[in-house]
Each structure stands twice: as C-alpha cells, then as structure tokens.
C-alpha cells in the first residue's frame, strides 16, 4: 500500500484500502463521528499508527498492519435494474453489496442507475478505484442503449459530438456511438457524468428505455447472468494495472506539459506588455483570463487553465460557473478601464489643441506647435497600462 506518512496512514485512505468504503464515504463517516481510532472519535486527517484498532459504528475494521497485507480482491458483477450501488441503508431499495454478499468486505468501483443493469466492478482496493474512477485518464466504458423511436442521422451525430447538458452546465466529450438496429446503438464513454446517457437522450429528444453496461475498460460483461458475479481472472487484473500506470503517466506528462505551455504563453499579455498601441493590456490579460497561465499567480486563472487542458481533477459544474463569473468580471473591470483611459486620453487631446492655439506648453495628448499649425513629433501616448510607447 501507498499513502503512507512516517509509518502512518490517513484514516480515511486506510478505510478505503480496507475495503470499508471509498475515501468519500470516509470522510462523510468520520464528520458524522462514526469512526474510532484507538477508542478516540477520529477526524478528518487522523493519521492510523502501527498497532491503532479502527472501529466504525463500534465494529472493529482492522489495523494499519492489515491493510498492508490484503490480498486483492476484484469482482466483475451483473447488476439487475431495482439494485441500488451504494453501501449506505439510505436507500430502501437492495444494495450490491448485500447481493453479492461476498465474505470480505468490498465494494462498488463507481455507480450504475437504479433502472440501469450490466457490468459492476466490485475491490477491497481503494487505489484501484481512485484510478478507474479518475475523469483526466478518460478510461473506456461501454453501454448498450435502447430509446422510444427510431434514430436519425442527426440524433446519432450529436451524440458522438457531444451534447451540451443544461442541467449539469456542461457539454459531453465526444464519443463512439455504433448503431445496432432501428432504435438501438452502443456508445463508449470516457466520463462518467451524473445519468450521462439519459441526459444526452433526453436533451435530444429521445427517452432511453433500457440501458446495459457491457465493458469497463478491458474487463466485458460477456455471458454472466444478473444478480451473479464472478472473479476478474489473474490476466485481466494484470492488464488492468498496467492501464492504470499507462494512464498515470500520461496524465502526468499532460499536466508537465500544460505547466510549461501555459508558464510562458500568455505572460506578457497578463504582465501588461502587450503590443504598443493597444488600449490596454488589461483588455487582453482579460481575454487571455482562461489559459491558465502560471505566471499571474492567480488560483481562480490556474482552475480555468486546469478545465482547459484537461490537467488535474474533473471540474464540477459549480467550479466552471465560478470560473466563468470570475473571467466575466474580469473582462468588465478591464473594459471599464480602458474606457476610462479612453476618456482621459480624449480630454487630453481637446487640451492639447486649445493649448497649441494660444501657444501653451506641451501635453500628454497629440501635441501641436505654438502656431497651432501641423503636428509636432509624436510623444507619449496617454498611459492606456501598456507600457510602451504609441
């Protein structure tokens, strides 16, 4: 196991690889002051020592020496419509993990609708879920959707465009939709949105009736029955860990890249350096607000850059609005600026003529000789926060 910190591991990573739940579930555990660490209520960052007995709901789950000697487990499940993936009793309704039932705790790798059936993936490895459920390694997912009526060419070319989702504010990746009849196709996802697919139908028109999970990157659903599962084999397992590190270092070299692209690219621009003559830098660092560069050292700029690039955590629908309202205002306050150097700069030249005319010094306008006659050479512009001369 990793995460470790000086022989030491945080609690809500050691609940993860104990195959108690995920590290979200963790967390929402530990505020609700379910978790024990050696008899004492952990919180959020309690580090789990060598020899410390962690309990949940007063039930013992094990030490930190048990977590490093677990063996893998990863089940492939067919899940019926009317099963609920969670290991909560929120809901009424039956859970996978009470279906499978299996005699180590372990549970679900992700989600799949109530109403929607096919491939689970089920570990007592939270690493192995964090990286298959990780959006940035846009990691494959196959489903077989039937909707009410016939498709049409442009129903099935928007969907592999993408869809723009109102509710969610955002718009699908593209992806790989294949007709299989009149009103059936199969599509392949590298996102896993909230009730993607139906939303997608239903933005255009169309209403799924069923839908099936049949793949999870390399591992297929194939002919297991619902309501059974089986054991990933030892090849299948093997061939998924060696995606997982492909896709880490890959993701790895993406953000590299987009730290060293978006350093320098729009620095000048941020840093009020544009080209002379333009009423103000401001207007283009505005402009150039989303590319994320590093240079402007502003945390807002850094999310839209990671949004941009596909660097780091999916961004949530509330963190692109946030970003987009922070570049709006940006925009506003430098367009306002530059209309106010504008107005200074047009008052500026008014002066400038009345003073040539009666013979009066120079001014930061366009100046004119004392005869009031053709233009004398050109000074300095009005200060638009260019920094270069007119």
Known sequence: ???WNDGAMRINKFLSAMGYCSRREADRLIEEGKV????????????VEPGMKVTVKEELVGTLEDASGQKTVLLAVNKPAGIVCTTTDNDRAPNIVDMVDYPTRVYPVGRLDKDSEGLMLMTNRGDLVNEI??????????????VDKALTEGFV?????GVHLDELQVTTRPCKVIVKDKTSFIIVLTQGLNRQIRRMCEALGF????????????IRLGNLKPGTWRNVTAEELRELE????????SR?????????????????????TGSAGSRGAGSSAGRTGGTGSRSTGSSSTAKAGAKKTGAGKPVSAADQRRTENYKTRQKEYFRAKSEAAGKAAGGSKTGGRAAGKSGAGRTSGVKKSAAGGRPAARGRKADHGTGKRG
């Open 252 to 272: 790895a070299g993406r953000t590299g890249s987009a730290g060293s692209s978006t350093g320098t690219g729009s620095a000048g621009s941020s840093t009020g």
């Open 157 to 161: 070319d928007k969907m592999r465009r």
């Open 36 to 47: 024990k660490v050696d008899g004492v209520r952990a919180e959020l960052g309690t580090l």
């Open 207 to 218: 209403h799924v009736i069923s839908l099936k999970r049949i793949r999870i990157m390399n």
């Open 133 to 146: 459920l990780r959006a940035s390694n846009v990691h494959e997912k196959e489903y077989l959707v039937r």
């Open 242 to 249: 060696n995606s997982l590190k492909k896709s880490e270092s």
């Open 1 to 3: 196991m990793t995460d």
